[in-house]
């Protein structure tokens, strides 16, 4: 079964502050300040989260790689909906490069928080299930290949009807979509679905956490 969760629009200004690098003082950052509240509202009107997540047998035509060893196999997907990239590109044409490079950013931080929402949801189903999950995987990371997107998407899509589908290229439609997977079993070491940017090989993570 398909399970959605409900998650809260949360941002944390400074945070992202630091992760574009403004600085006080500095024009951009005086900017950024300025059209801050804009944006925020932008992203309120528009992002339209959804996240969800299934738990599964891991059987054989799942196909997933790193979780053999595991009974069940969970699957996750978080996404917004195509109308922010319309009104990011919507500033774009208009001239506004530093607002619609501004509200990408917010809207990815806040998809992101969402999913992190999503997790700890699942953390708490997983512990009242008495199993465990593995670390968290995603396709395009750590040596596994992009076109596992498709096996997860056909274990969410044989339960429901997700709007999201994959390009030739293996990119996810809506564009901002977020797509990977646990396995879970009672007899396995036990990980946190937090996100642990020291030990992660995506250098160029827009989330990555900056101290
Ligand atoms: S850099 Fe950090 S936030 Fe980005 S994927 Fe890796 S662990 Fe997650």
Redesign the pocket.
Known sequence: MVVFTQTEFIYDKDRIFRQLHLKENENATKYTHQVFPKLIKLAKENLKITTCYSIRKNITHLNLPNIDCCKYVVSCFCSCSNKINEVIEDLIQKNEFLDGFLLNHISNEILFNASNQMNTQLENTINYLGLRLTKRHSPGENNIDLQVQENILRNLKDETNLEVSLTENYMLEPEKSMLYYFGADSQIESHSTK???KT?D?IN?P???VD
């Open positions: 996100h642990d940017c992660c995506s993570c989330h990555r956490l």
